[in-house]
């Protein structure tokens, strides 16, 4: 099965920060990933689809990059309500594997 | 409104059974593949199964894989999680969510509630 592995586990950043988090599938997926986000006691949300297409009602300020195996997920400017754990998650082929989670918190 | 409701969970005693429910309503669901996805108390999202469209295919992570069964009904609009031989890892939040519809379609963008499964003595 194809392992996700993402980086860092956590990170601090201050408001108004450009945040990049990053993904590594153990082979390749093309375009096949997507990103959550999650906030304490909430329903994952989905963000973006398809490596880099935005999911609607998402704000511009996250945007995805990548194909084949190493993904970003970038927030470029960080606003206090992005306070919480973001998943990639791979769908190449049935298994739906996620990511462990990068947490992210205000410095 | 796209809406997927959870239902059957609760405290069960080490290797009991006990099986989940999922209605949806809101989408077309007999085009749609289909997903169970857990998470333990203060850990990540972990996929644990998932089935196509017709029920054809079906795909389960390794943990539950031989103890856990995944299926659905399209004339009821349900999916459905049968867990069997049930371990205290197996006590997480388990959510019912919606899956591929072809491509360049969003996918897991609804989600249902999210279920408790207890599994103690």
């Known amino acids: 099965d194809i392992q996700m592995t993402q980086s860092p586990s956590s990170l601090s950043a201050s408001v108004g920060d450009r945040v990049t988090i990053t993904c590594r599938a153990s082979q390749g997926i093309s375009k096949y990933l997507a990103w959550f986000q999650q906030k304490p006691g909430i329903v994952p949300k989905l963000l973006i689809y398809?490596?880099?297409t935005l999911q609607s009602g998402v704000p511009s300020r996250f945007s995805g990059s990548g194909s084949g195996t190493d993904f970003t997920l970038t927030i470029s400017s960080l606003q206090p309500e992005d306070v919480a754990t973001y998943y990639c998650?791979?769908?190449?082929?049935?298994?739906?594997?996620f990511g462990q989670g990068t947490k992210v918190e205000i410095k | 409104e796209v809406q997927l409701v959870e239902s059957g969970g609760g405290l069960v005693q080490p290797g009991g059974s006990l099986r989940l429910s999922c209605e949806a309503s809101g989408f077309s669901f007999s085009r749609h593949s289909m997903s169970w996805v857990r998470q333990a108390p203060g850990r990540g999202l972990e996929w644990v199964a998932d089935i196509i469209r017709d029920g054809s295919e079906k795909y389960y992570v390794d943990s539950v894989r031989g103890r856990f069964t995944i299926s659905r009904d399209n004339a009821k609009n349900a999916l459905y999680l049968q867990m069997n031989a049930l371990t205290v890892e197996d006590t997480a939040v388990y959510y019912c969510?919606?899956?591929?519809?072809?491509?360049?379609?969003?996918?897991?963008?609804?989600w249902g509630q999210g279920i408790l499964v207890t599994v103690s003595s």
């Open positions: 998650q791979d769908y190449s082929g049935g298994p739906r594997t």
């Open positions: 398809a490596a880099s």
């Open positions: 969510a919606k899956d591929w519809g072809g491509p360049d379609l969003p996918l897991f963008e609804c």
